[in-house]
């Protein structure tokens, strides 16, 4: 019999006014009761609506099964057999919106705690055993991989475990792709994401890093190096700006370089070499993701205020409910319903206020949420001395630019096929690369059905050569 | 890693660093440059390719020491390596079909400067240079740049070596003589920015090269965005090389003075940890 309780068990976590102070994880995670008393609520559906919403295509309640039996290894098994990268997913898929938004759990009460269970078994799986490598039989074909982020080491991962011999190139000095650059230590601790990328590394997946494709080799050298397909998963990084006055101060940055200093060049550490401004008042501009990761950084780094300004409401902002809780209890201050019109800069041209104007929300627009207007004569100035625009981000075009025969759309991002096939004959693309800045898991599920074509494409090819 | 073949100091504060970087080498081009890391707790900071050798599978990069990481290289040696060189990046440099150009290096601007001279006088044009150092101890490549230009002329600050003046003189010296259709200018942004001004009064097309503060050098953080022609530029991909009379050089000097306090914080930590 099920635990019928309505509610999850809670997930422990640093106290607000300890945590945004410190890098440290913000959740702590469930110990071995906590799991299998949560894992206990589960009733196991025989239509299981959950595996629906799953982009990876997780077994749930099988793993969650596993868990409720205590048997922790066996659960990490059946996670790890559709999913590459376990302990990032439970840490950071928008769970509410798939495999927990189906949970039957969820309509009267809270829905089962997947993301966390999933957690949980990744967890105990790294701290307590040494990943298993299958034997693997190569089958002499190659595959490069442009990009080393989620949906890129997807598609290594399965296909290195299909036989293929895999080689990603990544542009940056690590490999992880917006895991190390763009999400913070305190949601997704960097040395996790090391260790699944050693465990691909262990599996076959050759990594080579400093390879910004594009400028160092083209798509067509690598095919000519004797690589029988590419898979694309370079992402969206390119950051947008406003066009706002007094952009261009000194103390304005995008997210992106935001970010990138403080993860991925660990500027908040003494002993890294790469410099960071402490500022004081910092504006983040944005409602997403990406903007509380900023807010609730710059809070670490010491600032007295950070603001979020969006020009919608909340019930509008496209960040996960928990962000946005998160960001609250760390004393985010929320100015929303209101536009950055302007920076203002001191006589030395560095950021010293913002000006902004309130707006009103109108009729639905085309993203179907509704639209904001600004309310006339209403502009009034926040002091601040750093600005930080989160608006988003827009793929590369280092990639589609020198590849004669890849086609994108408008807003630049590949053209695929369901099967994320590209215009372009052996090439495959997935991820933010072809929708544009969206979520890690659904960059892993593109990187995942790439794979399944990728396969198919090349068992066929190899079966003609046997014919022949 | 990229281990060091060859260093060379070329004065004080300017070393000669050959890279071994077989990649790179196969590909760049005068203009280009790379993102340097030394290692696992460097930052990465941009430098333009001096020279490259295609067969050595080698790539040249003249840097002086004047923070913390360009500090650090200088106490390297050959058979060390530093961890990362991410290249060739940035448009190369888009030289048209000129017949007589100026190619003007200020201080360690020359190390970019010179494979700008090498390209134009391999591409058959009358090829001038023109250096300007603050003084003689200082003074950098003359002999590779007179072994390729047509002309070359040396100015420093104090007179002690060449002509005593700036670049600007011996420019508009030249330009009033004679008709030149391409001056490329490298070096401080206020040389660059009085070069631009002089060559806009002669109607001469000029190619600037712009070094602003970058992380990833691919587009990714935007902390290089400069304003041509009123429009925002990523030096990273849209440049380095831009159109002189276009580039907002003011606004360019601000944004790359904005880590100068933890910088030269920074340096006082390595005095410290070498002194």
Redesign the interface.
């Known amino acids: 019999m099920a635990d019928m309780s309505p509610n999850k068990t809670p997930m422990p976590e640093q106290e607000p006014t300890v945590r945004n102070k410190n890098f440290g994880e913000v959740s702590l995670g469930y110990t071995p009761e906590m799991a299998m008393g949560e894992a206990k609520r589960c009733l196991g559906c025989k239509n299981r609506p959950c595996v629906s919403g799953c982009p990876v295509n997780v077994q749930i309640p099988d793993f969650i099964g596993k868990i409720a039996e205590g048997d922790f290894k066996g659960a990490y098994e059946v996670i790890s057999a559709t999913n590459a990268l376990p302990a990032v997913c439970g840490r950071v898929c928008p769970q509410e919106s798939q495999c927990e938004g189906k949970c039957v759990r969820g309509i009267k009460g809270e829905s089962v705690g997947i993301g966390r269970l999933e957690r949980f078994a990744a967890d105990y799986f790294a701290k307590n055993y040494e990943a298993e490598l299958p034997e693997i039989r190569k089958n002499g074909q190659k595959v490069a991989i442009i990009g080393a982020g989620p949906a890129g080491l997807t598609c290594a991962g399965d296909l290195v475990k299909l036989g293929y011999e895999v080689t990603v190139f990544e542009?940056?000095?690590t490999a992880g792709g917006v895991l190390m650059?763009g999400i913070p230590e305190f949601r997704l601790p960097k040395a996790i994401v090391q260790s699944e990328i050693e465990k691909l590394e262990k599996a076959g997946v050759k990594i080579m890093?400093?390879?910004?494709i594009g400028?160092?080799?083209s798509v067509d050298e690598i095919m000519e190096m004797g690589f029988d397909a590419v898979f694309i998963g370079s992402g969206a990084?390119?950051?947008m700006?406003m066009?706002i006055e007094g952009?261009?101060a000194?103390?304005v940055?995008?997210a992106?370089?935001f970010l990138?200093?403080i993860n991925l060049?660990?500027a908040y550490l003494p002993?890294?070499?790469?410099?960071?401004?402490h500022s004081n008042k910092v504006a983040v501009v944005g409602g997403g993701n990406v903007a509380m990761d900023a807010a609730r950084s710059a809070k670490r780094l010491g600032a007295e205020h950070v603001y979020i300004i969006y020009r919608r409401g909340e019930e509008e902002m496209p960040a996960r409910g928990e962000e946005i809780h998160h960001a609250k209890e760390e004393e985010i201050e929320f100015r929303l319903l209101c536009n950055p019109k302007r920076i203002l800069t001191d006589e030395?041209?560095l950021v010293s206020g913002i000006e902004c104007i309130r707006t009103q929300l109108s009729e639905p627009d085309a993203s179907g949420r509704r639209r904001p207007v600004e309310v006339e004569g209403s502009e009034f100035v926040l002091d601040v001395d750093a600005v930080i625009m989160a608006l988003g981000t827009s793929p590369?075009p280092?990639i589609r630019s020198t590849t004669t025969g890849l086609e994108a759309n408008k807003r630049g991002c590949l053209i695929v096929d369901d099967c994320m096939k590209t215009t372009k004959e052996g090439v495959y693309a997935g991820g933010d690369a072809v929708t544009g800045a969206a979520t890690v898991i659904l960059a892993m599920g593109s990187g995942k059905t790439a794979a399944a074509t990728i396969d198919k494409y090349l068992s066929e090819r190899r079966g003609n050569h046997e014919k022949s | 890693m990229f281990p060091i073949i060859e260093k060379k100091v070329l004065n004080s504060q300017v070393t000669l660093y050959r890279f071994a970087a077989p990649f790179i080498a196969k590909k760049v081009q005068p203009g280009q440059f790379v993102m340097l890391r030394i290692d696992e707790k460097g930052e990465r900071i941009p430098l333009t390719v001096a020279d490259f050798d295609r067969e050595a599978g080698s790539i040249t990069l003249i840097v002086q020491a004047v923070g913390f990481t360009t500090k650090k290289l200088a106490t390297m040696e050959v058979g060390d390596a530093v961890a990362d060189l991410v290249g060739p990046l940035g448009c190369p440099t888009e030289f048209g079909t000129p017949k007589k150009a100026i190619v003007i290096g200020g201080g360690v601007g020359c190390a970019i400067a010179y494979p700008q001279a090498k390209a134009l006088a391999a591409m058959g044009v009358d090829t001038t240079v023109i250096a300007g150092f603050r003084n003689r101890d200082i003074v950098i490549l003359e002999e590779e740049m007179r072994a390729v230009a047509n002309h070359y002329y040396v100015t420093t600050d104090d007179g002690s070596y060449g002509e005593k003046g700036l670049v600007t003189d011996v420019l508009n010296r030249l330009c009033e003589k004679d008709t030149y259709d391409l001056v490329i200018a490298i070096g401080p942004i206020m040389m660059m920015k009085f070069v631009a001004k002089a060559t806009e009064s002669f109607g001469i097309r000029t190619i600037v090269s712009l070094n602003p503060i970058m992380i990833d050098g691919t587009g990714m953080c935007g902390g290089c965005r400069v304003k041509v022609g009123g429009e925002v530029k990523f030096a990273c991909v849209d440049g380095p090389d831009f159109d002189g009379h276009a580039v907002d050089f003011d606004e360019l000097a601000r944004r790359g003075a904005f880590y100068r306090v933890e910088e030269a914080h920074a340096c006082r930590l390595e005095e410290k940890q070498h002194g």
Request: aromatic share 10%; charged share 30%; glycine share 10%.
């Open positions: 542009a940056m000095h650059y890093t400093d390879m910004v400028k160092v080799l990084g390119l950051p700006f066009g952009e261009d000194v103390g940055y995008s992106n370089e990138t200093r060049m660990k002993e890294y070499d790469t410099p960071i401004k030395k041209g590369n280092l």
